[in-house]
């Protein structure tokens, strides 16, 4: 990929084992017209989505805990981590992604997602594109207990918090989670809920 600011020289895999860890050695054209050579790794676990589910009669909102290792080797004690739910697109469009993903992790079956907007969460070394969604859920909505899938080894906790709850657990830090403080800010801001 070749632009005018940007010249990729080399690329090679460091690791493909969960996902693809490339080092990326290219120029890049200065400010005062001189190239200058860098080298970055970059991390490519492919696009994903995610969504908050909101009631609007009960004011509630569905959050889900699981282990994240990544936050357990940066100083989480346990590991454990309260997010919205989410999941990579795989082959699949965003808009199906996460219809699947809702049922597997919530088990909540959602009719009507409403898309908001898409943000890159770690651009500096991750390529992922994040499709952030919300969508309204109530209680004849539930078919499975959720969880997730056994293959993929999820063993996910489906949480139903209080909205005002979750707006204090983030200034506690019990919500550390950007994708999730994010959606829970765009309710808030769009006075939602």
Request: hydrophobic share 35%; net charge negative; aromatic share 8%.
């Amino acid at each position: 990929m070749q632009t005018d600011l940007i010249k990729i020289q080399k690329t090679e895999i460091l690791s493909d084992d969960w996902y693809t860890l490339r080092k990326i050695t290219y120029d890049y054209l200065q400010k005062d017209g001189t190239w200058n050579t860098q080298s970055r790794e970059t991390y490519d676990r492919g696009n994903g989505a995610t969504i908050l589910l909101y009631n609007l009669d009960t004011k509630t909102v569905i959050l889900t805990k699981q282990f994240r290792l990544p936050t357990f080797v940066n100083g989480n004690p346990t590991g454990m981590l309260i997010e919205s739910c989410a999941g990579l697109l795989d082959q699949d469009n965003a808009e199906d992604c996460i219809r699947r993903e809702t049922e597997e992790e919530t088990g909540y079956q959602i009719s009507a997602v409403q898309k908001i907007f898409e943000a890159y969460m770690s651009p500096g070394s991750v390529t992922e594109l994040l499709h952030f969604f919300i969508a309204e859920y109530a209680s004849h909505m539930k078919i499975s207990d959720g969880g997730g899938l056994d293959h993929e080894q999820e063993n996910i906790e489906v949480m139903e918090v209080d909205f005002d709850t979750t707006l204090s657990m983030i200034d506690s830090g019990e919500i550390k989670d950007g994708k999730t403080i994010m959606l829970l800010q765009h309710l808030r801001l769009k006075s939602i809920l």
